[in-house]
DNA sequence: TTTTAGCACTCTTTTTGTTAGATTGCTAAA
DNA sequence: TTTAGCAATCTAACAAAAAGAGTGCTAAAA
């Protein structure tokens, strides 16, 4: 099966991409017949019937029964984006409709990944994903301890690069005070700033601990303790800012008729509902890789999800990963325009560093 | 058409709630014999199909079409619920099940309430939802602003009652100082704690221009911008935290016949997704109303969700409003079980404020 | 008077058969 | 090497028939 390239004649690709094209088209097989009548191919339906012969026996293409035509096969599509595909050309106006709808008020991470995502499923008209970058990158510029009583404070994290605050409860089973707090707050700055998850270990820990306990003067063991449920808090953070995954026009999905099929939608929605999945999929990307890269059915993707391709780029701002976009649609999906729009959306994105970079009036919500 | 209960006879009444249950059970119209035999009605079915077809002239009984047995009407449902339905025993087993399942390191009202749909979802075998207390209600009990720098700074807000924790960033268009923003927070605490929405006014408004203006020693027209994107920030964050929804287990809706209508389902599915219309259909529920409210069918509800019912009821924690928990199916539910479960859902959170009460070691998230 | 058995009637669902149409693979001619 | 033509194969669409389910009504039984 794993035939070089060079061995399809130029026929064949011409053959193969009329195919591929038709079948995104119309969603059905395709003959022999209609090739010739309605692509541009200068020969007879029988030429184009011998030559898909072959190209099935080579497994670019499949034939669903007998006295149907053929459909690509998950080969054919692959080998369909790789080669044939021929970049959509995105229209002045659809561009310019995406810049209006990504530039609106927009400049908190959270918020750049919801817009994308929307504009991505409404534009391409499929299922669209965000995630935010994975937590071994993220860092954080700033921490905050605030006391709230004796048993609990919230620490207040802020993520470099993107503007994104999170916060978290602590109880504590024990009494501290708000000057313990405070000092808390001082030791995280001097001793975390700018560490990833990988980064926190044992030495950076005990540092803080015994800092914690000169500043403070309490004793060592309450010391000990409260960086241990602190760092344990930041450690899940960090974690969960990396791994949020949102969607956008599930109900798309529906208008295709490869998901009429009850049993596939049925896995398909579970598949996003649980999220865990596409999670672990997506994570065996390299993150700071620029290509754009497609899943077409059964590929190292999740098993639930044959029969379905996801395109799925990361997105950079300032030089900076700052999550990926993606799409999910049947494997009949418009490649070209669906490429064509992830790559615009990322420039576009990438474009929004000088709004940025403006002061504006404008207050942004940082969490949600 | 508007018929006393006291109109239907004992016999009418058990032939009605047989057909209920049957149709609940089956998903299909019931006909004469099949109660006859299977339920436990000591009459022929020549009987019963006389009072089959009374009840159908009363408007409690539908027939889609002459040779088919008789489905509830929504007005049967609704005389279904209202008057036959024998509470659902929850079996022993269930209902510590349920208890373990809720009472698992919680603490956030975020946690309960999205726990409590899980539960739901998991147990009904139906999508549930959750829903945040009404803007109107929510007051916050503490107030922190954090400077950033010159052109930013954050505000972290502590709602009463529930430990949840809001945090919004704010740029600003010029510049100011850490004192500044101190002086802010001070303001905010000294002038909002315990006001709702309604409760912020203009009076309310300008003395804490004038507070903020003393405290700070800094013009006029710096001090009354700040106050005023505050407010704006902390009036949207407030109505954010009042419109969460939720949903879970979304996938099973697909299990239901009904919904193997795909126009029915991709109504749903878009309903769902778009979650406004659910908001404000559930918005017209008195939020201090103890009472599980039953929509069927098309009362009252988002049109769209015709041949759907809904279940809601109000969760209370120390006697506060902290949400509300529903579940969604289609209007042939198992409504004893649907019911007994809400019922019990809520009871096991009012029983959680012992637990919350005491100090235990388990940090817990404040927001996602 | 109430209940029930029986039966004709209606409508749906399932089955079966038939036909028309699409597409292929192969063969033989161009 | 390409193409025209044709038999073979399979599906989709339609129609007709049969089976099945359930009712409503009537007349007999309780």
Redesign the pocket.
Known sequence: MALDISELSD?KKLILKAIVEAHIKLG???????LMQEANI?????????E??EL?DLGYLE????????IPSEMGYRFYVDTLVTQYDATTREASELKKMLSFKMSEIDKILENATKVASAITNYTALSLRPRPSSITMKRYEAVYIDAHSYIIIMIASGVDSVKTRNVKLPYEVTPELISALSTVLNKNLLGLSINDINISVIMNMERELEEQSAKEQKLCAELISVTIKSIYETMNELGSEIKFEGVNRLLEYPEYKNLDKLQKMISTIENKEDIIRAVSTIDQSDDETKIFIGSENMVKIMDDSTLIYKNLKLNGKTIGAIGIIGPCRMDYSKVLATIDQLSEEINRLSDIRALPNANNEESDK
Chains 1, 2 share one sequence.
């Open positions: 026929r059905e097989p395709v003959g022999s017949k209609y200068g020969y007879s339906s029988a030429t184009i019937r011998n898909m012969a099935e034939q669903p029964h007998t006295s149907a035509g053929r």
